[in-house]
């Protein structure tokens, strides 16, 4: 560390927030953008950041009804992976783990990406062969993938209970060692600062309540700081895509849900890897601060409610304990939820619409922390090009109609999870 970097840390370490630059500008919006981006979430942001980076488009506004991350950015449990089995998904998301590999060094932001790993846990014969295969076409994509046999989670995760007489045996299971998390809040802010500083409007307190449209396209939107024109907009809202596309006269095949997640009480460091259990429906890792975090599945009906019910935390809580046993003389801290959009097949939407110059970018189910470099990236060639880019040109929402769907539900901690 420099001198003047020390001096600084004291500096600023002693001055309880007073005279700290803003990290990005707070401009009124302009009456007309080439641009705009509905969503101030890390999808949202990313989208800006790289349409002006890669695509020289920088008359560009994200619009944020709230504040930047508080949507389902900031209420993740930040597992980071890419151990997906189809082409339409292993190509997309592996470009977006990349991506995460020079997150920090490209933002000049600390992400806190941490590559410690995800192991998914097989509890039968008949799931080690269905892990085989997907570990078999990860390697063939050239995504990492390692097939452990029990000895070996045992060794890994010592805590874990791999006895025989345990509830749910472990007889093995697949390990993406690339994988691991992130700071999710950092993640939003980062792109915030890039983008912001190569002339992005960042917009907070901003909801859109109307798409307008003339001619069969996109003119602009209606917003509670007024109307701003715009010949592109392009939607990234999570769990409030449904309700965008209603605006711009769209149906989707998209249900709300929610899901939840907790944390335990800080204790020092017990888990050095993101662990999942599909059969037994949770996940679980330790973040820096000590918590263990802990997620399951859904809760059962549609809801635009951020918070759950009871049975699902007794749920998660009680395969926790079923594997670890030892964590049962802790304490729960925290429980929250985000709205889920769940695409009929699990896969994300991201592709232009039937009305020009509407953009969708939803549809992320479970799991679009991770994927929140990959989907700006293509998101913003998507909508400066007016094409997508090769990695998510199965991402259409023809496919539904079609029958080309990407039917990958078994990616993820739990059965239907990605
Ligand atoms: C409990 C939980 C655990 C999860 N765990 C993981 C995980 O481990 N790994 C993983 O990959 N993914 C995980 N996810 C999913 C992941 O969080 C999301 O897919 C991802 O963060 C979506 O990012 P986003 O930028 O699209 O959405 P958001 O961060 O939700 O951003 C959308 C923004 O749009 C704003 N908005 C909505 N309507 C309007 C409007 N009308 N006008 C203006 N702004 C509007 C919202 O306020 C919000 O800030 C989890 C989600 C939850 C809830």
């Not at 993640?187 to 190569?198: E, I, K, S």
């Given at each position: 560390?420099?001198?003047?970097?020390?001096?600084?840390?004291a500096?600023?370490?002693?001055?309880?927030?007073?005279?700290?630059?803003?990290?990005?500008?707070?401009?009124?919006?302009?009456?007309?953008?080439d641009?705009?981006?509905?969503?101030g979430?890390?999808?949202?942001?990313?989208?800006?950041?790289?349409?002006?980076?890669?695509?020289?488009?920088?008359?560009?506004?994200?619009?944020?009804?709230?504040?930047?991350?508080?949507?389902n950015?900031?209420?993740?449990?930040?597992?980071?992976?890419?151990?997906y089995?189809?082409?339409?998904?292993?190509?997309?998301?592996?470009?977006?783990?990349?991506?995460?590999?020079?997150?920090?060094?490209?933002?000049?932001?600390?992400?806190?990406?941490?590559?410690?790993?995800?192991?998914?846990?097989?509890?039968?014969?008949?799931?080690?062969?269905?892990?085989?295969?997907?570990?078999?076409?990860?390697?063939l994509?050239?995504i990492?993938?390692?097939?452990?046999?029990r000895?070996?989670?045992?060794?890994?995760?010592?805590?874990?209970?791999?006895?025989?007489?345990?509830?749910?045996?472990v007889h093995?299971?697949l390990?993406?060692?690339?994988?691991?998390?992130?700071?999710?809040d950092?993640?939003?802010?980062?792109?915030?600062?890039?983008?912001?500083?190569?002339g992005?409007?960042?917009?907070?307190?901003?909801?859109?309540?109307?798409?307008?449209?003339?001619?069969?396209?996109?003119?602009?939107?209606?917003?509670?700081?007024?109307?701003?024109?715009?010949a592109?907009?392009?939607?990234?809202?999570?769990?409030?895509?449904?309700?965008?596309?209603?605006?711009?006269?769209?149906?989707?095949?998209i249900?709300?849900?929610?899901?939840?997640?907790?944390?335990?009480?800080?204790?020092?460091?017990?888990?050095?890897?993101v662990?999942?259990?599909?059969?037994?429906?949770?996940?679980?890792?330790?973040?820096?601060?000590?918590?263990?975090?802990?997620?399951?599945?859904?809760?059962?009906?549609?809801?635009?409610?951020?918070?759950?019910?009871?049975?699902?935390?007794?749920?998660?809580?009680?395969?926790?304990?079923?594997?670890?046993?030892?964590?049962?003389?802790?304490?729960?801290?925290?429980?929250?939820?985000?709205?889920?959009?769940?695409?009929?097949?699990g896969?994300?939407?991201?592709?232009?619409?039937?009305?020009?110059?509407?953009?969708?970018n939803?549809g992320?189910?479970?799991?679009?922390?991770k994927?929140?470099?990959?989907?700006?990236?293509?998101?913003?060639?998507?909508?400066?090009?007016?094409?997508?880019?090769?990695?998510?040109?199965?991402?259409?929402?023809?496919r539904?109609?079609?029958?080309?769907?990407?039917?990958?539900?078994?990616?993820?901690?739990?059965?239907?999870?990605?």
């Open positions: 560390m420099t001198r003047y970097s020390i001096f600084s840390l500096r600023n370490a002693l001055s309880h927030h007073r005279n700290w630059p803003r990290v990005w500008r707070s401009p009124p919006p302009k009456p007309a953008y641009a705009i981006i509905v969503g979430g890390g999808h949202g942001l990313a989208t800006a950041y790289y349409l002006a980076r890669n695509h020289g488009v920088r008359n560009v506004a994200v619009l944020e009804k709230g504040w930047l991350g508080g949507g950015t900031g209420r993740n449990t930040t597992i980071v992976r890419s151990n089995m189809l082409q339409g998904n292993a190509h997309f998301y592996e470009h977006s783990l990349k991506l995460w590999e020079g997150l920090s060094q490209d933002l000049n932001y600390n992400v806190m990406f941490s590559q410690r790993g995800v192991l998914n846990l097989a509890h039968s014969d008949g799931q080690m062969e269905s892990f085989a295969r997907r570990g078999n076409a990860m390697r994509n050239g990492d993938a390692e097939l452990l046999d000895a070996a989670v045992a060794a890994m995760v010592p805590l874990l209970d791999c006895s025989q007489k345990a509830r749910f045996p093995g299971g390990l993406q060692p690339r994988g691991g998390t992130a700071r999710h950092a993640v939003a802010w980062g792109y915030a600062r890039a983008a912001d500083a190569l992005v409007d960042i917009i907070q307190n901003c909801e859109v309540t109307g798409i307008k449209r003339a001619g069969g396209r996109v003119v602009g939107v209606e917003t509670t700081k007024g109307e701003i024109a715009a592109k907009v392009g939607i990234a809202v999570a769990g409030h895509t449904s309700q965008l596309a209603e605006m711009a006269g769209l149906r989707l095949p249900e709300s849900h929610l899901l939840q997640a907790m944390v335990s009480e800080p204790l020092k460091p017990v888990l050095d890897t662990v999942t259990s599909g059969a037994t429906h949770m996940y679980i890792s330790q973040s820096d601060k000590g918590e263990l975090v802990m997620g399951g599945d859904l809760d059962g009906y549609n809801s635009f409610a951020q918070r759950g019910n009871l049975p699902i935390i007794e749920h998660v809580v009680a395969s926790v304990l079923a594997l670890f046993p030892t964590f049962g003389r802790l304490r729960l801290m925290r429980t929250w939820g985000g709205i889920m959009d769940m695409s009929m097949d896969s994300p939407i991201i592709c232009k619409t039937p009305l020009d110059g509407f953009y969708i939803g992320w189910c479970y799991g679009g922390f994927a929140t470099p990959g989907s700006g990236w293509v998101y913003a060639h998507t909508i400066a090009n007016d094409n997508p880019h090769p990695f998510n040109e199965a991402y259409t929402l023809e539904f109609a079609e029958g080309y769907v990407i039917d990958e539900k078994g990616a993820g901690p739990t059965p239907g999870a990605h």
